[in-house]
């Protein structure tokens, strides 16, 4: 079941999207292709409206951060990072140039709108964001949320977050999508008209309906467990990363003193002078370069950290089926519950113990014009009951097609991203041991000429 939106004018049909690449500063996304007769559409003057957003190929990149004070809701000073979220056509119908629109975005303003995505497409693994404090990180590189090396893997991913959105066939539809990109003013206000935090299901209502619903579907049962294993073992692997990059660090440093001893050396020696600081300095740059190369090693553990937060998105379809289910199963419970009221009342007998029987005992038995008056509202909630069920049913299957679809989709996502990240990390941990290797081969070069 898709959760209809209140007014039927907040989508508009863009056509099949291109999928998403590798997470980089200035990747594209085509968020829609230009479709058949809507050039005449398109302005002359090349910026992006609402008509024509969805009917043209456009950019998106996150460019730059900036550090900015201002006060809060509750009127009190803060410091925080804002975005700058530049978006243009990639192509145009007339040849002019095309107008770019840009505008500023605080990270509060991406959970809103991911908040806003989740209740609307509860049948879509929604994109996560990035973190919004540091974790998982080798203990030299600081965990502050306004460092600027986290600030930039940070737009990295808030980037990313916006390209993965835009390259999904539903979710690019969206008019509070476009809006966030389009329109800086009163975005927030037009989200919350929509009144999508009334339509949130309730944390204690989803983990009753985890406990209590009686049929759960094995498939997302089975989907629920993986992606707690799943987050598991990133977790772990994230640890171990972390450990072994600090004593990488520590490994690389240390090198640094085999730099300095060999020029304190090779002061005191007039033969093997040269060799010496020349090996000296060849060891001096060995272990700068680990600084560079951990930095680096940060922007694969974060295309980890990605799907460590896809596990919870994935979490978030499964406690959404489990609330449809349990609801299910309730309005199921309480038709036949009526039914057999009903019974009751026609036929003069009690099967099972109740107060209302109790009371008939008590009081004397119900006229027969009040008896067929109860049949009648039992009759008519019964025959409300049985249409209800039958729309929770087709609700039902409808949301585990659509949901199931789309998971099949983000399992092929998944499967492309995490086998690149992998080898794209191996082919830096060679490269990084060639490097080594060569500083050595220098070094021996070195000596050898003494």
């Not at 398109?42 to 609402?50: A, F, H, R, S």
């Not at 989907?223 to 990133?234: A, C, G, P, R």
């Not at 092929?412 to 992998?422: F, I, T, Y």
Request: glycine share 6%; aromatic share 10%; proline share 3%.
């Amino acid at each position: 079941m898709e959760q209809a939106p209140p007014d039927l004018e907040r989508q508009w049909q863009p056509a099949t999207l291109e999928p998403l690449g590798h997470t980089d500063a200035g990747l594209q996304a085509a968020v829609g292709e230009e479709a058949e007769g809507s050039r005449d559409e398109v302005p002359g003057d090349g910026t992006m409206t609402e008509n024509n957003f969805g009917l043209k190929k456009i950019e998106i990149s996150v460019s730059e951060a900036e550090k900015r004070t201002g006060r809060n809701a509750m009127n009190m000073q803060e410091t925080y990072t804002a975005y700058l979220i530049e978006t243009r056509s990639v192509e145009h119908t007339d040849g002019q140039s095309v107008l770019t629109d840009s505008l500023w975005r605080r990270y509060s303003e991406f959970e809103l709108l991911r908040n806003y995505l989740l209740v609307y497409y509860p049948h879509i693994v929604v994109p996560p964001l990035p973190e919004k404090r540091a974790e998982f990180v080798w203990h030299k590189l600081s965990a502050d949320n306004m460092d600027p090396d986290f600030v930039e893997r940070r737009r990295i991913g808030l980037e990313n977050f916006l390209l993965r959105v835009a390259s999904h066939p539903i979710l690019c539809r969206d008019k509070i999508f476009y809006l966030f990109l389009t329109q800086e003013g009163n975005w927030k206000e037009t989200v919350n008209e929509t009144g999508f935090q009334l339509k949130a299901d309730s944390r204690l209502k989803a983990l009753n309906a985890t406990f209590r619903v009686k049929n759960p579907d094995k498939r997302f049962t089975e989907l629920k467990h993986y992606s707690d294993e799943l987050q598991s073992v990133i977790s772990h692997l994230l640890r171990v990363r972390a450990r072994v990059a600090d004593r990488l660090y520590g490994v690389y440093k240390v090198h640094g003193n085999y730099g300095r001893v060999f020029s304190e050396w090779s002061a005191i020696e007039k033969e093997m002078g040269d060799g010496l600081q020349s090996a000296g300095h060849h060891m001096d740059v060995y272990a700068s370069s680990i600084d560079d190369i951990l930095e680096d090693e940060e922007h694969y553990a974060d295309q980890l950290k990605e799907y460590l937060f896809y596990a919870e998105a994935l979490r978030a379809v499964c406690r959404k089926h489990e609330l449809m289910q349990y609801d299910l199963e309730m309005a199921a419970q309480d038709l036949a519950s009526k039914k057999q009221q009903c019974e009751e009342l026609a036929t003069g007998t009690v099967r099972t113990f109740s107060l209302k029987g109790m009371t008939t005992k008590l009081f004397g038995q119900e006229t027969p014009e009040q008896r067929e008056a109860r049949i009648k509202v039992l009759e008519e909630q019964i025959n409300e009951g049985e249409q209800q069920l039958k729309s929770k049913n087709l609700e039902g299957r409808e949301f585990v097609k659509n949901a199931w679809a789309d998971i099949e989709r983000f399992k092929e996502q998944k499967n492309h991203d995490l086998k690149e990240a992998l080898i794209s990390y191996a082919v830096m941990q060679i490269s990084m041991c060639k490097k080594g290797i060569q500083v050595w081969t220098n070094a021996k070069e070195c000596f050898s000429k003494m």
